[in-house]
């Protein structure tokens, strides 16, 4: 169950209908309510993600976000993805971030 959050508008599987509104204050909370506490990996795959969305207006798909990590991780990178988010990147590392909920696409 997700925790009261700031006015923003959340669609009903909790996904942020317009990724414009997300802040870094308002990941936190979203993390908080998976009973994430984001560390430096956390924001790394996190800010990624913004800037791939910034750049292309679609949410980054987790290999782009694996190939990302292995820059900094080496082949632990899928591993470490879903250390990070361990009810998976779409559940967990989307919402966090800020995206629509996205459709079917791979997840790794």
């Not at 782009?64 to 590392?93: C, D, M, N, T």
Request: charged letters at 25%.
């Amino acid at each position: 169950m997700m925790k009261t959050l700031p006015p923003t508008r959340f669609d009903e599987e909790g996904y942020l209908i317009d990724p414009a509104e997300w802040s870094e204050s308002l990941a936190v909370e979203l993390a908080s309510a998976a009973n994430i506490t984001p560390g430096e990996d956390h924001w790394d795959v996190i800010r990624f993600m913004r800037e791939y969305y910034a750049e292309h207006q679609v949410a980054a798909d987790a290999r782009h976000v694996i190939k990302h990590l292995a820059e900094r991780h080496g082949s632990h990178a899928h591993k470490l993805l879903f250390e990070l988010f361990p009810y998976g990147y779409v559940a967990q590392a989307c919402k966090i971030a800020g995206m629509k909920r996205p459709r079917a696409w791979s997840t790794g």
